[in-house]
Nanobody, 126 residues
Framework: QVQLVESGGGSVQAGGSLRLSCAAS????????MAWFRQAPGKEREGVAY????????YYADSVKGRFTISQDNAKNTVYLQMNSLKPEDTAMYYC???????????????????WGQGTQVTVSS
């Protein structure tokens, strides 16, 4: 049974940092591709960072490039999202998601993700 458990959210002031963690279990870690999505109130869920846990390749939404870093720890079956220089517009519920390899699909097409965590709230005040 695949499980994704996020942690690390919280409240920070603009310019601050947070690190989110997503602990995965129930499958071979390198067999899934993983991403972080976020959803603000009244908005659609959007992808922010993606990592191919087999190759290590990463992709970022333009809105977070240069500020967010996605990484993995294979020994802990965990994916991280380091968020620096946070802005009020980064406020959202952040979700970890996993999918098998889907050739040709956008890395941020949420319809292709089979497994989701419960989410962790990030609030950035100005």
């Amino acid at each position: 049974q695949v499980q994704l458990v996020e942690s690390g959210g919280g409240s920070v002031q603009a310019g601050g940092s947070l690190r989110l963690s997503c602990a995965a279990s129930g499958y071979t870690f390198s067999s899934m591709r993983m991403a972080w999505f976020r959803q603000a109130p009244g908005k659609e869920r959007e992808g922010v960072a993606y990592i191919n846990t087999d190759s290590g390749n990463t992709y970022y939404a333009d809105s977070v490039k240069g500020r967010f870093t996605i990484s993995q720890d294979n020994a802990k079956n965990t994916v991280y999202l380091q968020m620096n220089s946070l802005k009020p517009e980064d406020t959202a519920m952040y979700y970890c998601a996993a999918r098998t390899s889907v050739p040709g699909a956008s890395v941020f097409d949420r319809r292709t993700y089979n497994y989701w965590g419960q989410g962790t709230q990030v609030t950035v005040s100005s």
